[in-house]
């Protein structure tokens, strides 16, 4: 017999990602065996977040109040030049975790999804036309997913740039470092022998 509190509990953490119905499960035990260890720190790192955790109203990436625009959108290092284009705030996130990109990046919030009722006007398209206008912006680069939401949001993208003169980028496409040919799917083979490049 599951305690509501306890089934609430777990019902709450299987909605995040990386959390199934069991594993949902033994993490909501785990909390309310140990609530002085476990329970209490999560939930004053949860009624933090949720306080103080925003988005960035230039870049919509995660920031909190009181640095807005953000650190990267304030760091007098970053190239003003580059525009990251991504889907997620988290997106950002792992490229920042690659250590490879030093421009400035520009959250959608999202990605083109009729299906979900998500068109161009509840993405954050005008505000990145008006960046690259307003920013000395010479290329951006659409680091957006590589399904059919993501090609059409890139397609859009591209097309609303057209005109302005900058050049627009899409990051390359090929296999997964320490992967093999034998592990790739052929959509993936596709773009990696069209992307190719001199060695």
């Known amino acids: 017999m599951t305690l509501k509190p306890v ?29 002085a260890r476990l329970l209490e720190p999560l939930i004053e790192a949860l009624s933090a977040a949720k306080g103080q955790v925003v988005c960035c109203s230039r870049c919509g990436a995660f920031t909190v109040k009181g640095e807005d625009p953000c650190r990267t959108c304030t760091d007098p290092l970053r190239d003003g030049s580059v525009l990251c284009v991504v889907e ?45 206008a307003e920013e000395g912006v010479k290329e951006v680069l659409l680091a957006l997913s590589t399904d059919m939401e993501g090609d059409a949001t890139a397609g859009y993208a591209a097309e609303l740039l057209k005109d302005s003169g900058v050049r627009v980028t899409r990051l390359a496409f090929g296999l997964p470092a320490d992967s093999g040919i034998a592990y790739s799917d052929p959509l993936t083979l596709k773009r990696a022998i069209a992307g190719r490049r001199d060695v």
């Open 7 to 35: 089934e609430d509990l777990e019902q709450a953490l299987a909605r995040l990602p990386g959390f199934g119905r069991r594993s949902a499960g033994r993490a909501a035990l785990s909390l309310v065996r140990e609530p």
């Open 88 to 132: 997620e705030p988290s997106d950002i996130v792992q490229i920042e975790s690659a250590g490879a990109f030093r421009g400035r990046y520009h959250c959608l919030g999202g990605k083109l999804a009729p299906a979900k009722r998500l068109g161009p006007e509840r993405l954050r398209f005008r505000e990145m036309a008006s960046r690259v």
